[in-house]
């Protein structure tokens, strides 16, 4: 059955670590997003991507980084720039941008 | 300032009461999301706005684009739609959430 799924469903980070965190859906979405959400904030933007090979920067892309090389995976990596990366991260797809937007069930990310 | 305001931020009911949690945005918008988030963290889209009302199941939103001011109403809420509730709205190619209203329902 078609769904979006993220991978690890916890994942701890060393610091200085890069770690990519995996999202994918088979639901033949274009559009794909990924979202950060801290207690008592709203989710916020970090990459999205509209179409294969194509992605842009959200609110909050410095210290990430995402490639778009098929339809199906659009993959973030979380680099050691990135000075508070412990949050909760959601991967989402929609048919198109504007349409409804379908999660995942999120990667929790720890730093030691 | 926040694109998107929600109230209250925090809400608990008995077992059967009528819910309802607003939210007002400050932008030009496509269209209006709800979304609910259990504990767990997966987050279901419940509704998509734009205009007028829509039902689904004990479920009601409503949206006043003028007033810029949308509603979501639970009726004869239950334990289970314990949850955050999350608006969001749609501008181009960007979403601006709500921080999310928290509801417990006590049986």
């Known amino acids: 059955d078609g769904g979006i799924t993220q991978s690890p469903k916890y994942l701890f980070r060393k610091e200085g670590q890069n770690v990519t965190l995996s999202c994918e859906q088979n639901l033949n979405h274009d559009a794909m997003y990924w979202y950060r959400q801290d207690p008592g904030q709203g989710l916020r933007l970090i990459y999205y991507?509209?179409?294969?090979?194509?992605?842009q920067k959200g609110d909050i892309a410095e210290g990430y980084s995402v490639s778009r090389e098929k339809k199906e995976s659009f993959p973030l990596t979380v680099t050691s720039a990135q000075k508070n990366p412990t949050a909760f991260y959601l991967c989402?797809?929609?048919?198109?941008?504007?349409?409804?937007?379908?999660f995942g069930p999120g990667t929790r990310l720890l730093v030691l | 300032k926040n694109e998107v305001e929600q109230s209250p931020q925090n809400l608990t009911a008995q077992e059967g009461e009528f819910i309802t949690i607003n939210c007002s945005y400050s932008v030009g918008i496509s269209a209006l999301h709800w979304l609910q988030q259990h504990p767990g963290g997966g987050i279901v889209s419940l509704f998509m706005l734009s205009s007028g009302k829509k039902k689904h199941g004990r479920l009601i939103a409503t949206i006043n684009i003028q007033e810029k001011h949308s509603s979501l109403h639970i009726t004869a809420s239950h334990p289970r739609d314990s949850a955050v509730y999350i608006c969001a709205v749609g501008k181009g190619n960007q979403f601006y959430f709500g921080t999310g209203t928290s509801l417990t329902v006590i049986p």
């Open positions: 989402a797809s929609s048919i198109q941008t504007e349409e409804t937007q379908y």
């Open positions: 991507s509209q179409i294969v090979n194509d992605f």
